[in-house]
């Protein structure tokens, strides 16, 4: 009995309840990763849908650049952007002047600017300054309006040379 009541009178004296153990949790830390980019890049450029285009050989990009890793609008050389801008930086599209673009004026170092629709040479509507929008496929020379934009396609006649690959054209430089 005398165990027993010291028992007892050892659970009073420490409060009775047994506290649940503590255990520390290690809690990782996040470092802020860094992405540098080229600052070639326009803020327009970054925030654009990238256009997915398809390409087996240079004959399907219709003139838009060389085919290269399944994609048109590569270049080693200007003429292989068939007036779609100069090369640069191994694509097509960079200008100094207007004469380097077949379709828009030169604006901000790009083709495909425009001051009024008869500057898209048949690519679209002139529409707040860019070349490509659309209100039917009469409007487009290369695929078919869509969504107020050409470029898009069911079939690779749509695509005036070009092949169509998942809705697009792969001439299509807008």
Excluded at 7 to 12: C, F, K
């Amino acid at each position: 009995m005398k165990l027993l009541l010291l028992v007892v009178g050892l659970l009073a004296a420490c409060g009775g309840d047994p506290k649940p153990a503590v255990t520390p949790v290690a809690v990782p830390a996040f470092a802020a990763d860094r992405v540098e980019l080229d600052p070639s890049f326009s803020l327009d450029e970054l925030l654009a849908p990238q256009r997915e285009t398809a390409c087996s050989s240079s004959s399907d990009c219709a003139g838009f650049g060389k085919c290269s890793g399944g994609k048109c609008g590569n270049c080693s050389s200007s003429s292989d952007c068939n007036g779609h801008g100069k090369c640069s930086g191994g694509k097509c599209g960079s200008c100094s002047s207007s004469s380097d673009c077949k379709t828009g004026t030169c604006s901000g170092g790009k083709c495909g600017g425009c001051s009024s629709s008869s500057d898209c040479n048949g690519n679209g509507k002139c529409s707040g300054g860019k070349c490509g929008s659309c209100s039917s496929s009469s409007d487009c020379s290369i695929g078919k309006c869509s969504s107020g934009k050409c470029g898009s396609c069911s079939s690779s006649s749509d695509c005036n040379g070009g092949t169509c690959s998942s809705g697009k054209c792969s001439n299509y430089s807008n």
